[in-house]
Nanobody, 120 residues
Framework: QVQLVESGGGSVQAGGSLRLSCAASGYTRSYCMAWFRQAPGKERERVAVITKEGNTFHADSVEGRFTISRDSAKNTLYLQMYSLKPEDTAMYYC???????????????WGQGTQVTVSS
């Protein structure tokens, strides 16, 4: 398992942008990495995934607006978010998983979360 620390959250107006970062301690190259989010009263949603091979997945709700990437040299995961909407408001969590597409059951490490608030 690894330790994950998110940063970059904040409050923005609709249409704005943010970039979330997740600094990892420990070896992560053999893991899938992902961003999840959870809004109050809603289930946790897998937003974006990058596999250990570098393949990416983005949820339909963020496709074309969010981009996941990882810098292996810095051991850091990113989520670039553009055209933010009020419905993107949530706590965003960085996660590392054993393999594949980081389904919830594969996650072994979670960050503490960073809040993103988008106002209309």
């Amino acid at each position: 398992q690894v330790q994950l620390v998110e940063s970059g959250g904040g409050s923005v107006q609709a249409g704005g942008s943010l970039r979330l970062s997740c600094a990892a301690s420990g070896y992560t190259r053999s893991y899938c990495m992902a961003w999840f989010r959870q809004a109050p009263g809603k289930e946790r949603e897998r937003v974006a995934v990058i596999t250990k091979e570098g393949n990416t997945f983005h949820a339909d709700s963020v496709e074309g607006r969010f981009t996941i990437s990882r810098d292996s040299a810095k051991n850091t995961l990113y989520l670039q978010m553009y055209s933010l909407k009020p419905e993107d408001t949530a706590m965003y969590y960085c996660a590392a998983g054993w393999n594949g597409w980081c389904a919830s059951g594969q996650i072994h490490s979670w960050g503490q979360g960073t809040q993103v608030t988008v106002s209309s």
